[in-house]
Nanobody, 114 residues
Framework: VQLQASGGGLVQPGGSLRLACAASGSIFQINLMGWYRQAPGKQRELVADLGSGGITNYADSVKGRFTISRDNGGNTVYLQMNSLKPEDTAVYYC?????????WGQGTQVTVSS
C-alpha cells in the first residue's frame, strides 16, 4: 500500500487549502483514512478521519473549519481546510488503517503566515 499526499503550501491566515491523499495497492473495502499533523516540537495529532462507512471524526481545534471527504472510489481522501490559523501550521500526514495495519503517507507542509 502506498499513500501519495499533495496540496500543502503557504497561505495567509483566513485562507484555504485542500489536501489530497491517494491510496494505491491492496486497499480493502473496510478501512479508515485520516489526516494527522505534527507541528515543530509537538506530538503528531489526529486532525480528522473518515471510515469507509462514512463516519467522520474531527479534532476539536478544527471542527467547523476543516472537512474530510473521500472520492466515489474511496481510495482518495481530501481535507478541505478553511479559515486557516497560524496554529494550523504543521506537516500533515495521511494515514490508512485496515485489517489491523496502518500505513503513513509522506508529509506535506502547511504553513499559515502573513
Amino acid at each position: 500500500v502506498q499513500l501519495q499526499a499533495s496540496g500543502g503550501g503557504l497561505v495567509q491566515p483566513g485562507g484555504s487549502l485542500r489536501l489530497a491523499c491517494a491510496a494505491s495497492g491492496s486497499i480493502f473495502q473496510i478501512n479508515l483514512m485520516g489526516w494527522y499533523r505534527q507541528a515543530p516540537g509537538k506530538q503528531r495529532e489526529l486532525v480528522a478521519d473518515l471510515g469507509s462507512g462514512g463516519i467522520t471524526n474531527y479534532a476539536d481545534s478544527v471542527k467547523g473549519r476543516f472537512t474530510i471527504s473521500r472520492d466515489n472510489g474511496g481510495n482518495t481522501v481530501y481535507l478541505q481546510m478553511n479559515s486557516l490559523k497560524p496554529e494550523d501550521t504543521a506537516v500533515y500526514y495521511c494515514h490508512l488503517a485496515q485489517r489491523g495495519y496502518g500505513t503513513w503517507g509522506q508529509g506535506t507542509q502547511v504553513t499559515v503566515s502573513s
